[in-house]
C-alpha cells in the first residue's frame, strides 16, 4: 500500500521540494503551511494550518489518516526572522511534542527534520549520530535540541510512538534564500558586482535539495530506522572557498568573489561534515554529485534571479 503523506511546513524551501517529488511519484500527500502563498512552486494544493494550533492538527490527523508525517514547519531558521522565545517553544518544540503523541494514538510513522547545528562543534572529520549534541549559541539551535528531548522522552513512555530524527545538513537549489552561499554568488553576479564573502576555509557538506526530499522519503519508509537519528548529507566535506569557486566557475565569472571581505557569522563552526554511514547502510545516496549539484543549482537560482 503506498503511504499518504503529510508535510508540514510545506510552502518552504525543503518542504516545497519534497511536495514536488512526492507528487512527480504520484504518491498521495497534503502539504500544509500557514502561509501557502509564501513559496509558489508547490504542486498541487496547500492546506492553510498554523501548526501551533494543535487541534485543528490532531483533527485534521485524524481526518486525513497519515501514514507518515515529515515534519517541516519551524521558525527562526532564516536571518532576519522575527520569532519570540514563545514561537520557539510552540512551533519548534510544542509541535514536535503534540506529533510525537499522535504518532502513538493513531501509528503514523513521523520524520522529525532537525539539523546539523544540534551538534557541538566536532574534531575535524565527520559527525556521527552519537556525537553530542549542545544548546548553547541561539534558541532555534536550543529549540531544535529540546524538540529531540521530548522525542526521547515520549518515546520511552510509549513504545507506539513511531519517530525518525533527520539531521540535515547543507542544502541548496531552487527556492534557497537569498543570504545564503549559492544565491548570494548568484545575485551579485547578475547584478554586476563582486560577491563578498568571508574568509572561505570553513568546510561544509552540501546536497541538492532535490536529494534531501529523496532522503526523507527513503527513511519515512524505514522502519528500522524508527527511534534514530539519522544524518542526511553527502557524508563530503568542501571548503566554501570550494563552493564559491564551484558555483563562479559554473557562471562563468570567478572573478565575482571577493574571500576575506566580511566577518563570519557569530558562533559558526569550523567543520560540519555528515557521516552518513548509518543513511548509506539503509539503501540511500544521493542522486547528484557535487559539481552536478551545484552546476543546477545555479542554473536554478539565475533563473529565479532573473524572473519578473
Not at 70 to 81: R, W
Amino acid at each position: 500500500m503506498k503511504p499518504r503523506t503529510l508535510v508540514t511546513g510545506a510552502s518552504g524551501f525543503i518542504g516545497t521540494s519534497l511536495c514536488r517529488s512526492l507528487a512527480d511519484q504520484q504518491l498521495e500527500y497534503l502539504g500544509i503551511d500557514d502561509n501557502p502563498e509564501r513559496m509558489p512552486g508547490a504542486p498541487g494544493d496547500l492546506l492553510r494550518l498554523d501548526v501551533r494550533d494543535h487541534q485543528a492538527l490532531e483533527e485534521l490527523c485524524r481526518s486525513w489518516k497519515p501514514n507518515v508525517v515529515i515534519n517541516l514547519a519551524a521558525v527562526g531558521v532564516l536571518p532576519g526572522d522575527v520569532v519570540g522565545p514563545e514561537d520557539f517553544i510552540s512551533v519548534n518544540v510544542g509541535t514536535v511534542a503534540k506529533l510525537s503523541a499522535l504518532s502513538a494514538a493513531l501509528g503514523f510513522v513521523v520524520v522529525q527534520a532537525g539539523t546539523c547545528f544540534e551538534y557541538a562543534e566536532p574534531p575535524h572529520g565527520p559527525v556521527g549520530e552519537d556525537h553530542r549534541l549542545t544548546d548553547a549559541g541561539d534558541l532555534y539551535r536550543w529549540s531544535k535540541v529540546a524538540a529531540e528531548r521530548v522525542v526521547e522522552t515520549i518515546t520511552r513512555s510509549s513504545s507506539a510512538t513511531a519517530v525518525i530524527r533527520a539531521r540535515i545538513f547543507g542544502v541548496t537549489g531552487t527556492h534557497e534564500h537569498g543570504s545564503r552561499l549559492l544565491p548570494a554568488i548568484v545575485r551579485a553576479y547578475i547584478e554586476g558586482r563582486p560577491a563578498l564573502l568571508s574568509d572561505g576555509t570553513q568546510v561544509r557538506d552540501l546536497l541538492h535539495v532535490r536529494d534531501v526530499a529523496a532522503a526523507l522519503l527513503h527513511i519515512s519508509t524505514r522502519g528500522d530506522l524508527i527511534g534514530q537519528a539519522v544524518n542526511i548529507g553527502r557524508g563530503e566535506g568542501y571548503s566554501v572557498r570550494d563552493l564559491a569557486t564551484k558555483a563562479a566557475a559554473a557562471l562563468g565569472s570567478t572573478s565575482v568573489l571577493r574571500f576575506g571581505e566580511v566577518p563570519r557569522r557569530a558562533h559558526e563552526v569550523e567543520y560540519l561534515v555528515a557521516d552518513t554511514s548509518r543513511l548509506m547502510s539503509h539503501g540511500w545516496k544521493p542522486a547528484l554529485d557535487i559539481d552536478e549539484t551545484i552546476k543546477i543549482a545555479v542554473a536554478e537560482l539565475s533563473a529565479e534571479t532573473r524572473a519578473p
